[in-house]
T-cell receptor
């Protein structure tokens, strides 16, 4: 069974500062994919960033980047130059072919951005 | 515009009254799935479908049914809803692995969600 753990139920960051959200996971598969999804108050699920396990290079999307530590099974999300619009629930998720490509989600981290 | 459309967005019903939540995608995706989101639990998969006429149970299938008669549609059916099915429901779709280019691989696109309350 695959598991995804987000140990920070809530985080807070000041506007323009940097924040890191933690995620650890467990899987016996060697080929898998990791994601961070953002869920703003509208409840829409928005893909933030994606990482293939076979790639050593950390994924980056504008102000969002990940620190993928495969041996440690860690997949943290760094948000640089935080903006008020970044306030949302963030979910870490894992998928692979042997799980029927189901997304296994963590329980989420609520990010508050203060002016 | 590429999208996954769920209807209705909000629904209040009573215990035992059959209901269907529709889901449609216009991206010609083979894979579709349903998730429910509950506070403190994240999202959990209910059912998924790898292609037309191919459905399978996810982690929490009890009390739900699905069908996949057409590629674009994947309705979620609650034959006899109960209060413990009060939740936020998401439909998602994904291109078949290996298609859509490396950038589109294994990305699931979500609908806007359906907030269901069963009284």
């Amino acid at each position: 069974a695959q598991t995804v753990t987000q140990s920070q139920p809530e985080m807070s960051v000041q506007e323009a500062e940097t924040v890191t959200l933690s995620c650890t996971y467990d899987t016996s598969e060697s080929d898998y994919y990791l994601f961070w999804y953002k869920q703003p108050p509208s409840r829409q699920m928005i893909l933030v960033i994606r990482q293939e396990a076979y790639k050593q290079q950390n994924a980056t999307e504008n102000r969002f980047s990940v620190n993928f530590q495969k041996a440690a099974k860690s997949f943290s999300l760094k948000i640089s130059d935080s903006q008020l619009g970044d306030a949302a629930m963030y979910f870490c998720a894992l998928t692979n072919s042997n799980s029927g490509y189901a997304l296994n989600f963590g329980k989420g981290t609520s990010l508050l951005v203060t002016p | 515009e590429a999208q996954v459309t769920q209807n209705p967005r909000y629904l209040i019903t009573v215990t035992g009254k059959k209901l269907t939540v529709t889901c449609s995608q216009n991206m010609n995706h083979e894979y579709m799935s349903w998730y429910r989101q509950d506070p403190g639990l994240g999202l959990r998969q209910i059912y998924y479908s790898m292609n037309v006429e191919a459905t399978d149970k996810g982690d929490v299938p009890e009390g739900y049914k699905v069908s996949r008669k057409e590629k674009r549609n994947f309705p979620l059916i609650l034959e006899s809803p109960s209060p413990n099915q009060t939740s936020l429901y998401f439909c998602a779709s994904r291109a078949r692995s290996g298609t859509g280019g490396s950038e589109g691989k294994n990305i699931q696109y979500f609908g806007a969600g359906t907030r269901l309350s069963v009284l």
